[in-house]
């Protein structure tokens, strides 16, 4: 990331995605691409990211089709993974606002464990912005 930070390239656009992303691209479709994070949350089972190939930074740039693209990536994964439960992010617009590393949209679909009240283990937690002061 730091590398294509210096080349003021985005990480997520498909020229540099295939070069400088680890994971195989697990579906393509006309709008999206469905990935594993290279980088995925701790405490993750699974963290896939579902990327928009064309650079957009806003939620209001997605057409009608685009959406329903990504409503059927999401159902793919969800039988091809048999995903018991899940959680979609989707951070849009000024990462000053959001925190998110990358600006160019994408989604984020995480899956935790089952909780385990023997061990209490913790709650996932993911960014998405900064709390007012």
Request: glycine share 6%; aromatic share 12%; hydrophobic share 35%.
């Amino acid at each position: 990331m730091e590398e294509l930070t210096k080349m003021d390239a985005c990480l997520f656009c498909p020229k540099y995605l295939k070069p400088y992303h680890d994971n195989q691209i697990e579906k393509t479709g006309k709008y999206w691409v469905i990935t594993k994070n290279d980088y995925p949350y701790d405490g993750t089972v699974h963290h896939y990211l579902i990327i928009y190939k064309k650079h957009i930074e806003h939620i209001k740039d997605v057409s009608r089709a685009g959406f329903s693209e990504l409503a059927d990536h999401l159902k793919w994964l969800s039988k091809k993974d048999k995903l018991p439960a899940g959680g979609l992010a989707i951070r849009f617009g000024d990462s000053d606002y959001t925190g998110a590393s990358v600006a160019h949209l994408h989604a984020q679909l995480l899956v935790g464990d089952k909780v385990n009240s023997k061990n209490k283990n913790k709650v996932l937690n993911f960014p998405i912005g900064y709390k007012k002061i």
